[in-house]
């Protein structure tokens, strides 16, 4: 893991480059303080204080220089530092600026998923100062929770797992003082889990149910629920290969609950923090669930599998279960659960749905806030009738495509009990291309949003 620590700290007396923001209305202002020297640096290297643009400047004595970053208007946002801290060369650079909400992307920025190929060379570390002291600790955190989100997901699904995942969790709870009950294999069925098992038992590596408890027990219940298909080959509903490429991804939503478990624990918020993830593998074989199967859960309730690529609701609907069978004061799910959200919606921004208005009010409201936007689609009631099985209480797929988004919180929603204020986020987990701060692969997507909306209920 990257030592964000080392890159974000308190200004201090030693030599450090001065790095000054400029907004593109502000360039004219900076340019006439600047010397004639100056004025024609800038203007060789073309800077126009656009967002993402960088010009260095010398100085008047040999080692003598400084740095100027484009930035927008407005309040500094969070990956507005993002392209400076990689196209800057290695070294202390004192922001001249209030740092805002900055120091994540450039933490974010520097951060490397190297366990499978080392980099060309080493880049150095770009180290900034900055006098916002109270900025620093939780840039620091939300960095090491999204890296930790970026680093799960890009590991392959070869070391990554239901019980690699486990031990993922396992660690975290170590750290924090955490307790972690694992349920595996067949005792899922003896613990009545069995749609989890439905979906796992074809895989060569046994499903498990991942739960851990922390915190006293006497505060408020926060529960929360990552799905965990550490690959998704679609079952006998195979996916095609252009499909199935990035599927190591499709355990996102265990990595987002538990990389939003650590921040909650790092932070010791008086909470009783629960984390549930249902931790299977996908796969084929001839024990695999059947199109037509019906499946028990642990709700009772019957399920016709009308498509065994549609598992993830599955095993969340055990899961679901097992949250509200003590009442938590608030229930939060991540899942890569539906590609109709990513049409709906794209790669950047994750469906939300939630069955409580103030809930969803507050976290779409975090989400702005705090520069991770999310989109609430409605709980249609009318969709229920998609949902409709003439063998079963449900089908966990309905025909003909529409709302395929709105139809599986739907789904789960029939898993949540009434009165446990609950949301859900269709979270992609990836960048699709490159940006400043956010590399292909691995993201975190609804994560910091979540984070500020709990931060603000119960720091």
């Given amino acids: 893991m990257t030592d964000f620590a080392a890159l974000l700290i308190a200004s201090d007396a030693g030599p450090a480059t001065p790095l000054v923001l400029v907004t593109a209305a502000g360039l004219d202002d900076w340019l006439r303080a600047a010397s004639e020297r100056a004025r024609a640096f800038v203007a060789a290297q073309g800077f126009k204080a656009k967002p993402d643009e960088v ?21 500094i946002a969070p990956f507005a530092l993002a392209a400076a801290a990689t196209k800057l060369p290695a070294g202390r650079y ?16 520097q951060h490397r998923f190297t366990r499978y190929k080392k980099p060309d060379g080493d880049p150095g570390a770009r180290v900034l100062l900055t006098g916002s002291l109270g900025a620093i600790s939780p840039a620091v955190a939300e960095a090491e929770a999204v890296a930790l989100v970026r680093d799960l997901v890009d590991t392959p699904a070869s070391d990554m797992g239901p019980g690699e995942l486990a031990e993922a969790v396992s660690a975290e709870a170590k750290r924090f ?72 991804k499709d355990m996102g939503g265990a990595a987002h609950a538990l990389a939003l478990a650590r921040l909650v624990m790092q932070a010791n918020l008086p909470v009783r923090l629960r984390l549930i993830i249902p931790a299977v593998e996908n796969s084929i074989s001839g024990d695999a669930m059947r199109p037509g199967d019906i ?30 069978e003590d009442a938590p004061a608030m229930l939060l799910d991540f899942a890569t659960l539906t590609g109709a959200a990513r049409v709906a919606l794209g790669p950047q921004l994750p469906a939300m749905m939630a069955n409580d208005d103030a809930l969803a009010a507050d976290w779409l409201a975090a ?22 099985s003439s063998v079963a209480d449900m089908v966990n ?18 898993f949540v009990v009434a009165g446990v204020p609950w949301g859900h986020v269709d979270t992609f987990a990836w960048n699709p291309a490159p940006r400043p701060g956010r590399p292909k692969g691995g993201e975190a997507l609804g994560l910091r949003a979540a984070w500020a909306m709990i931060r603000d209920r119960w720091a």
């Fill in 55 to 75: 010009a260095l400047i010398p100085g008047d004595a040999p080692g003598e220089w400084s740095a100027l970053a484009g930035v927008s208007e407005g309040a």
């Fill in 94 to 109: 004192r922001l001249m600026a209030d740092l805002g909400a900055a120091g994540l992307g450039w933490l974010l920025a």
């Fill in 177 to 248: 003082g955490g307790i972690v009950n694992i349920v595996k294999g067949e005792a899922l069925l003896t613990q009545n889990f069995p749609a989890v098992h439905a979906v796992g038992r074809a895989a060569s590596r046994s499903p498990r149910l991942i739960d851990m408890t922390w915190g006293d027990a006497a505060h408020p219940r926060l529960t929360l629920v990552g799905k965990g298909v550490t690959f998704d080959t679609g079952g006998l509903n195979i996916k095609p290969g252009g499909a199935m490429a990035a599927m190591k």
């Fill in 295 to 324: 499946l028990a859960t642990r709700a009772g309730k019957t399920v016709e599998v009308t498509n065994t690529d549609a598992e993830g609701r599955l095993v969340l609907a055990d899961a679901l279960a097992l949250a509200c």
């Fill in 367 to 388: 989400g702005l806030r705090v520069g991770d936007p999310l989109w609430r689609l409605p709980l249609w009631a009318p969709y229920n009738d998609m949902l409709k």
């Fill in 397 to 414: 797929s309905p025909d003909g495509g529409f709302a395929g988004a709105i139809t599986a919180g739907l789904f789960l929603e029939r």
